[in-house]
């Protein structure tokens, strides 16, 4: 059944709602567009200003994927773009979520999970967020609860830097740190690079730099790839495209002590109820930016 429905001054039309998108679930492109709707306080600040990447999935979970970038020439001229020049040349006009009735209207278009730039559109090429992808190579969660916490040990001690947690509601999580912004993507990454082979190298049981799955012998990968220009993460509280519908969910670091917390603890059925009882963890972020200078110069020193 359609419907259209005003979000906002804009009306937007929903279509094919009884859609199934999660079949072992029994979740729906409806169910889908509810939980965005919900969540839409929580996650549109994440979202905003931020170039976006769609990653659609027009028949569900199980069926064929594609990856969208452009903004394409049917989707209404109310919903804001930011046309950014490519390396290779040529450009790209990405879309930017900064409303509910454009988080519907993608949503709609059957875009699951957001994923956004590191950057805003104001300033692209300058990012205000780091990442480190723990991506594992074993099903191993106490491990990489473990990971999580010497990393964030060694951001503190070493270099001072204030680090947020993320269950990517896939199989890891994410550390950021939200920066100031004042370095490229080529030298926030290098960075990155740099303190990722100091932790593999203080901790080589554990952490490895290689991107290569056949070389990384059971160890935890730190990917920093996402720190480039043009890459892009999960967006919190997104919904991933695995059954069951987990949610990419912010914690506090003290709550990796509970031995229910896995990857996909937080699922579009319990993440209400985990807010209505407990405040997003990354609310305030942005009024922590940090200064990456000090952080740079010793690594280069080193």
Same mark, same amino acid.
């Given at each position: 059944?359609?419907?259209?429905?005003?979000?906002?001054?804009?009306?937007?039309?929903?279509?094919?709602?009884?859609?199934?998108?999660?079949?072992?679930?029994?979740?729906?492109?409806?169910?889908?567009?509810?939980?965005?709707?919900?969540?839409?306080?929580?996650?549109?600040?994440? &979202? +905003?200003?931020?170039?976006? =990447?769609?990653?659609?999935?027009?028949?569900? %979970?199980?069926?064929?994927?594609?990856? @969208?970038? !452009?903004?394409?020439?049917?989707?209404?001229?109310?919903?804001?773009?930011?046309?950014?020049?490519?390396?290779?040349?040529?450009?790209?006009?990405?879309?930017?979520?900064?409303?509910?009735?454009?988080?519907?209207?993608?949503?709609?278009?059957?875009?699951?999970?957001?994923?956004?730039?590191?950057?805003?559109?104001?300033?692209?090429?300058?990012?205000?967020?780091?990442?480190?992808?723990?991506?594992?190579?074993?099903?191993?969660?106490?491990?990489?609860?473990?990971?999580?916490?010497?990393?964030?040990?060694?951001?503190?001690?070493?270099?001072? &830097? +204030?680090?947020?947690?993320? =269950?990517?509601?896939?199989?890891?999580?994410? %550390?950021?740190?939200?920066?100031?912004? @004042?370095? !490229?993507?080529?030298?926030?990454?290098?960075?990155?690079?740099?303190?990722?082979?100091?932790?593999?190298?203080?901790?080589?049981?554990?952490?490895?730099?290689?991107?290569?799955?056949?070389?990384?012998?059971?160890?935890?990968?730190?990917?920093?790839?996402?720190?480039?220009?043009?890459?892009?993460?999960?967006?919190?509280?997104?919904?991933?495209?695995?059954?069951?519908?987990?949610?990419?969910?912010?914690?506090?670091?003290?709550?990796?002590?509970?031995?229910?917390?896995?990857?996909?603890?937080?699922?579009?059925?319990?993440?209400?109820?985990? &807010?209505?009882?407990?405040?997003?963890?990354?609310?305030?972020?942005?009024?922590?930016?940090?200064?990456?200078?000090?952080?740079?110069?010793?690594?280069?020193?080193?």
């Amino acid at each position: 059944m359609d419907q259209e429905r005003k979000f906002g001054k804009r009306n937007v039309k929903l279509s094919n709602l009884e859609k199934v998108f999660f079949p072992e679930a029994g979740l729906t492109k409806g169910d889908l567009l509810d939980y965005y709707e919900k969540i839409s306080e929580v996650i549109l600040p994440y &979202l +905003k200003d931020r170039p976006l =990447t769609m990653i659609r999935f027009p028949n569900g %979970i199980n069926d064929k994927q594609f990856y @969208q970038k !452009d903004t394409p020439d049917y989707f209404p001229d109310w919903i804001p773009t930011k046309t950014i020049k490519k390396k290779e040349g040529g450009e790209t006009h990405y879309v930017i979520c900064n409303d509910l009735a454009t988080l519907m209207y993608l949503t709609n278009q059957a875009c699951i999970t957001p994923h956004i730039w590191l950057s805003r559109k104001d300033q692209a090429d300058l990012p205000d967020r780091l990442i480190f992808d723990l991506d594992p190579s074993e099903d191993d969660f106490q491990k990489l609860k473990l990971a999580a916490r010497k990393i964030r040990k060694y951001l503190k001690q070493e270099f001072e &830097l +204030k680090s947020f947690i993320m =269950t990517t509601g896939s199989r890891g999580f994410h %550390i950021s740190i939200p920066i100031k912004r @004042q370095y !490229d993507f080529d030298e926030v990454r290098s960075f990155a690079q740099a303190a990722s082979k100091e932790l593999e190298a203080e901790f080589p049981e554990m952490f490895t730099t290689a991107s290569r799955k056949a070389k990384r012998d059971g160890k935890i990968y730190l990917d920093v790839a996402r720190n480039g220009f043009g890459q892009t993460a999960v967006t919190p509280y997104s919904v991933r495209p695995i059954e069951g519908a987990p949610v990419a969910t912010p914690l506090d670091w003290d709550e990796l002590s509970k031995k229910d917390l896995s990857a996909q603890r937080y699922t579009i059925k319990n993440i209400f109820r985990r &807010l209505g009882s407990k405040d997003d963890p990354w609310k305030n972020m942005d009024a922590e930016v940090q200064d990456l200078s000090a952080a740079i110069k010793k690594l280069q020193k080193d």
